[in-house]
C-alpha cells in the first residue's frame, strides 16, 4: 500500500518553514526522505527507524511516530536549494528484502 | 568514490523490442535494487538483489528480468516493450539490502517507447 504524503505541493518564501507528512496504512519499520530536483536522481536525506525517534542534520529534520504510522519532515528557514519533490520510501518488516514504497511526492518551491 | 553509475543515459526503442539496462554499485555495496519512475510519480520497486540473489520483486509482469554479477554489477532487462514502459529507471545500491541500510540511487536511464 503507496504511504500518502501531504501537502501534494507548497510554495514558500526564503526563511519560511514547511512539514511534509507521510501515512501508512501499514504498521511501518523504516521510513526513508529522498529529495529529487528535476531530471536529476533522488538524493537520500535521512532514514528513521520504528522506535519514535527523530533525526535532524542542518535545518531538515524529521520524526516517525509508530503508533499513527507517520512519518513528518521538517524544513526550516528555508533555502532556494530545497527547492525540489520530496518524498517518503516505506518499509513495512525486517525482512531486508529492500523494497521501498514511495509516496507520491510533495513539490517543494521556495523563492527569494 | 565514484557513486552508483548506470548505462546508457537515454534510450529510444520500439513497441516488441528487447531493452537491457546497467548499474554499477557504489564500490563495497552488494545489493543493488531497481525502480522505475514515470513522471509525476514515486519511484516504484521492480527487484532487489543481493549477493547474486534476487532478495525481492515488485508487482511487474514476467517480460522484467534481472541479474546481478560477481562484481555486484546489474542489468534489468525488458522483453516486449510496450508504450508505458517509458519511464526513468533507477538503480541503487546499499551495503546488505538491509531494512536500515541507505539506498543511494545513480542518475537513472531514461527509456521512451515510440
Known amino acids: 500500500q503507496q504511504p500518502v504524503q501531504s501537502p501534494q505541493a507548497v510554495i514558500l518564501r526564503e526563511g519560511e518553514d514547511a512539514v511534509i507528512n507521510c501515512s501508512s496504512s501499514?504498521?511501518?519499520?523504516?521510513v526513508h526522505w529522498y529529495r529529487q530536483k528535476h531530471g536529476e536522481a533522488p538524493v537520500f536525506l535521512m532514514i528513521?527507524?520504528?522506535?519514535?525517534e527523530q533525526k535532524g542534520h542542518d535545518k531538515i529534520s524529521a520524526s516517525f511516530n509508530e503508533k499513527k504510522q507517520q512519518s513528518s519532515l521538517y524544513l526550516t528557514a528555508s533555502q532556494l536549494s530545497y527547492s525540489g519533490t520530496y518524498f517518503c520510501?516505506?518499509?513495512?518488516?525486517?525482512?531486508?528484502?529492500?523494497?521501498?514504497?514511495f509516496g507520491q511526492g510533495t513539490t517543494l518551491q521556495v523563492k527569494p | 568514490d565514484a557513486g552508483v553509475t548506470q548505462s546508457p543515459t537515454h534510450l529510444i526503442k520500439t513497441r516488441g523490442q528487447h531493452v537491457t539496462l546497467r548499474c554499477s554499485p557504489i564500490?563495497?555495496?552488494?545489493?543493488v535494487s531497481w525502480y522505475q519512475q514515470v513522471l509525476g510519480q514515486g519511484p516504484q520497486f521492480i527487484f532487489q538483489y543481493y549477493e547474486k540473489e534476487e532478495r525481492g520483486r515488485g508487482n511487474f509482469p514476467d517480460r522484467f528480468s534481472a541479474r546481478q554479477f560477481p562484481n555486484y554489477s546489474s542489468e534489468l532487462n525488458v522483453n516486449a516493450l510496450l508504450l508505458g514502459d517509458s519511464a526513468l529507471y533507477l538503480c541503487?545500491?546499499?551495503?546488505?539490502?538491509?531494512?536500515?541500510?541507505?539506498?543511494?540511487f545513480g542518475p537513472g536511464t531514461r527509456l521512451t517507447v515510440l
Open positions: 564500490s563495497g555495496h552488494k545489493s
Open positions: 528513521l527507524l520504528k522506535g519514535g
Open positions: 520510501g516505506t518499509e513495512s518488516s525486517s525482512s531486508n528484502t529492500g523494497k521501498l514504497i
Open positions: 541503487a545500491s546499499s551495503r546488505r539490502g538491509a531494512s536500515t541500510d541507505t539506498q543511494y
Open positions: 501499514k504498521a511501518l519499520y523504516s
